[in-house]
């Protein structure tokens, strides 16, 4: 069996411009990211995914690519990047890397040529003659995007976009198209990259849907992993697909086309069980979750680059996690999400934060942090759009954060200055050496993930319990068994655990304002407000 690193590995999102400048440009680069892995290392994650770093116009953070082969000039070049891989290589740590070929930007000189009817290039994106008549149906930023097809004079045609009209879709059933994705992956492959974040997985598949010739587009996927498995075995694909759980087995096929995939809905479940404070969302939602192969599995998160997306809740769970985390106007997106960052929402609360790191990391799956949650970071609502939460990472108390020698306002997106999360009072340089602070604490709490791999390997069991507010998983693999409790009110809980340890001994791995009494055979456990627990189970020992 090929390695399948990817069970128990814990990655760390960072977009490379906002990380650390090494230059005084305001502009985050590859070589300070380089100087700065041994946050990462320290923190205990093993892997990194870097959000796009291509050369681009940057009107949607990178996702508007010119050049899938090269480096944007502002962050460094190819050469800055191979001296970045080796670094992350000496220090253990993986590479993950954007794979956004749903679209180009229109400046990409593919679309260019396209726009001219260069006869390579023509079929290379989407056209039509006329406007469809449901152009404005499927529109992905509701308020920003008026249209899916946008007219383009020098062809004389429209062209689709699904996402701004600034981004060209390409034609993923042009085998030219296919082709041309599979070089890059290669490419990046070659440089030492351990796998691809997928953008837009379920578009992709969308345009495929067209053809004639009798394939599932999701026959499509298992052509990617079958040329990622001849180049690397080990390479993997993480894919962005907003799913329902009844299309799981589509992406996953029989462990022959996506490796991971992101949980969207259950990410959805689990702010609405922060926002009512009480567990059920998560706990049905985890009774309901499919079963997928072996090999393959989910990836967990509390926050990314994005809004959080509420699109699957119902209009009245939308509403109460809006009223608790997104009240303002200017707080919300889309007409579906929030646009804040995770310590802001729960109040600056470092109890609340610690105790959803937690939850994430206890939850069945593979967990990707977000830069800047693992410090608590705040937003800058004044940015437009997802900006708000890509702000430049809070080194120390100094200028811009440590960020860069640059003045806050000439950074590449401005620094979160002033109030509780500006960087004068969040900041890593001055967690790193408190071992009270939520820094401390989050890496405690993704060393305890990474010594517990049945949470990797085997699928969560919902533990029944008595208290609304208590989310209870058992976890059994190859003999090992861990229970992990966490209390999701502002209100100690108490909890009788003695039915769900199975007469076992309890050894606790986390615990965060909890007593354990044992009276007799019985163990109860007190949880207190935002409290936590990870127990591991041993058979007793047999008596002499």
């Known amino acids: 069996m090929y390695n399948l690193w990817y069970k128990n590995a814990v990655i760390y999102c960072l977009d490379v411009d906002a990380f650390m400048d090494s230059d005084g440009d305001g502009v985050g680069d590859f070589q300070g990211l380089a100087d700065r892995l041994d946050h990462i290392e320290a923190l205990g994650c093993d892997t990194i995914w870097l959000l796009p770093f291509y050369p681009s116009p940057d009107k949607d953070n990178g996702y508007d690519i010119t050049d899938y082969y090269s480096v944007d000039p502002r962050l460094g070049n190819l050469g800055h990047f191979v001296e970045f891989a080796q670094a992350a290589k000496d220090r253990g740590l993986k590479i993950m890397v954007d794979l956004v070929v749903n679209h180009t ?256 990391l206890s939850l069945p799956g593979t967990p990707v942090i977000w830069y800047g949650d693992e410090i608590g970071m705040g937003d800058n609502l004044d940015l437009p759009e997802r900006n708000a939460v890509r702000t430049p990472m809070q080194w120390s108390d100094k200028r811009s954060g440590g960020f860069s020698s640059a003045r806050p306002e000439d950074c590449v997106r401005t620094p979160v200055t002033d109030g509780p999360f500006g960087y004068a009072h969040v900041n890593a340089d001055a967690q790193r050496i408190d071992p009270t602070s939520l820094f401390a604490t989050v890496q405690r709490l993704i060393r305890a993930r990474r010594s517990c791999p049945e949470i990797g390997w085997s699928r969560a069991e919902v533990l029944d319990i008595d208290g609304p507010s208590v989310i209870a998983l058992r976890y059994s693999w190859r003999g090992n068994r861990l229970v992990t409790l966490h209390n999701l009110s502002d209100e100690p809980q108490t909890v009788e655990i003695t039915p769900l340890i199975e007469g076992c001994e309890v050894r606790p791995v986390l615990r965060a304002g909890i007593d354990i009494d044992r009276t007799g055979d019985g163990l109860t456990l007190r949880l207190g407000a935002y409290g936590y627990e990870w127990l591991r189970l041993e058979a007793p020992a047999d008596p002499e």
Do not use: C
């Not at 086309?257 to 959805?268: K, S, T």
């Open 105 to 360: 930007s229109i400046e990409h000189p593919w679309f260019q040529k396209s726009r001219e009817g260069h006869p390579k290039y023509r079929d290379w994106y989407l056209w039509k003659d006329e406007k469809p008549a449901d152009a404005e149906k499927g529109v992905i930023f509701p308020g920003v995007q008026e249209s899916t097809w946008t007219y383009d004079r020098k062809r004389q045609a429209y062209y689709f976009h699904r996402f701004y009209k600034h981004q060209a879709d390409l034609n993923i059933a042009n085998p030219a198209v296919r082709e041309e994705i599979e070089r890059i992956i290669g490419f990046w492959l070659a440089l030492g990259v351990s796998g691809f974040r997928v953008d837009a997985v379920p578009f992709i598949l969308e345009d495929l849907q067209g053809p004639d010739d009798g394939q599932s587009p999701y026959g499509y996927l298992g052509q990617i992993r079958r040329f990622l498995s001849w180049r690397r075995a080990e390479a993997i694909l993480l894919a962005e697909a907003n799913i329902p759980m009844d299309q799981a087995g589509d992406y996953f096929g029989n462990d022959d086309r996506l490796n991971v995939v992101f949980n969207f809905p259950l990410n959805q479940k689990l702010f609405l069980a922060l926002a009512r404070r009480e567990a059920v969302p998560v706990r049905d939602f985890l009774k309901a979750l499919p079963e997928i192969p072996e090999t393959t599995q989910w990836a967990t998160f509390l926050r990314n680059h994005d809004e959080i997306d509420l699109g699957r809740l119902e209009d009245e769970e939308r509403g109460a996690v809006f009223a608790a985390f997104g009240p303002e106007k200017s707080m919300q997106i889309y007409d579906r999400g929030i646009r804040r960052r995770l310590a802001a929402m729960l109040g600056g609360d470092e109890r609340r934060i610690a105790m959803a790191f937690s939850l994430m």
